[in-house]
């Protein structure tokens, strides 16, 4: 209701509506924090804006999610609250509404493709402070300290390094609460009732509570408009190419599924020089996009009545080097690690499959030499490599800005799953403040 009710008004009013509602301490118009080590919200509850989700919806596009008034505890140990000031939307928040998600758990506020400012840290954060500039990280990564007392299941002993899937919070990150306590630190201000964390993240909230774990630090003078799509599509992409397939110069990449994440994995096979690179998409609009990116060529598999697979082998002469899935298919998976060359090929599943389904393909293509993997936030360590992302941005060395159709406020974010559903969307960046530019 509230939402149909921030729909009907207009921009200017909406932002005064949502700036000035009756006990939200702070929100909107708060200027940059005067004082470093102390914000006025600090230990306090904060009363603000988030999306929140319900229940699942099929139809994950049509008015899903209601954005209303909800309470955010302040952080407690080890924990950091966060003013989110821009979140992307990504297709596993769609997966996740739609219910095809085994540990999705509602009601929930979802998001983790964000970026934001630090409002206040809990007891014992050592490296984070108030004012910090962050990107959330739904895949965590823990301390030297965790690894030399054997906190983390992960990352200890001869296991240092061989993962970027940090084990240590990954429990409760998956249950939708934090790891101090086992609860959540989100209540619907309507109602008081419990709202889960999603991914440790949950960025479609004006704040959020983070584990210290999730939260990567990044340089001040970076947009954070922009650089949140760091968060999670853009690098999942480039370190599937760069981290997990190793793409060589001169090597020929298949990549199936030209949304953001596929066209993020041409830019990063482009980056390793690779010398073709085939672009391939049920949709002949996305050839253009791909081209841009660096795609060399373009197959629809809608054009030819034999399999895709025989079709890039032929194409080939043998096989690719390197296939991405980046639309989680299952069929499709086939497809692309089959279309690689007998004796090296490599296949690497970066798309999210729905719960309980299952691959399949000969073994013969395994024991002809063909490798099968997948790729999780692309192999890259969150909290100490993403900073490093922002500085290639800013280095002009990665896109971000090409990735970014659109901009829309978080009251009109139902509008933004719609974008996203119809196809016509790479990424769509939420003003959390109700701040985006006119479109
Ligand atoms: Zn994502
Ligand atoms: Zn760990």
Redesign the pocket.
Known sequence: MLHSLLRSVGTASRTALLGSSAGTKTILARPLLKARWMSSTAGKPIECFAAVAWEPKADYWNNALSVEKVVVQPPKSGEVRVKVTHTAL????AFTLSGEDAEGKFPCILG??AAGIVESVGEGVKDIEVGDHVIPC?QAECYPEDQASDHCPRCRGYRVGKTNLCGKIRPFTGSGVMASDQDSRFTAQKDGSKLWHYMGTSTFSQYTVLHAESVAKIRKDAPLEKVNLLG??LA?GWGAVWNTAKVEEDSTCAIFGLGAVGLSVIEGCAKAKAKRIIAIDINPDKWEDAKAFGATEFVNPRDFDKPIQQVIVEKTGGGVDYSFECVGNTDLMRSALECTHIGWGQSVIIGVAGAGKEISTRPFQLVTGRVWKGTAFGGFKSRSQVPELVDKYLAGEVKIDEYITHNRNLTDINEAFELLHSGKCLRCVIWMGNDAPEA
């Open positions: 990504c297709h596993t928040d983790h493709e739904y999670c599509g999942t």
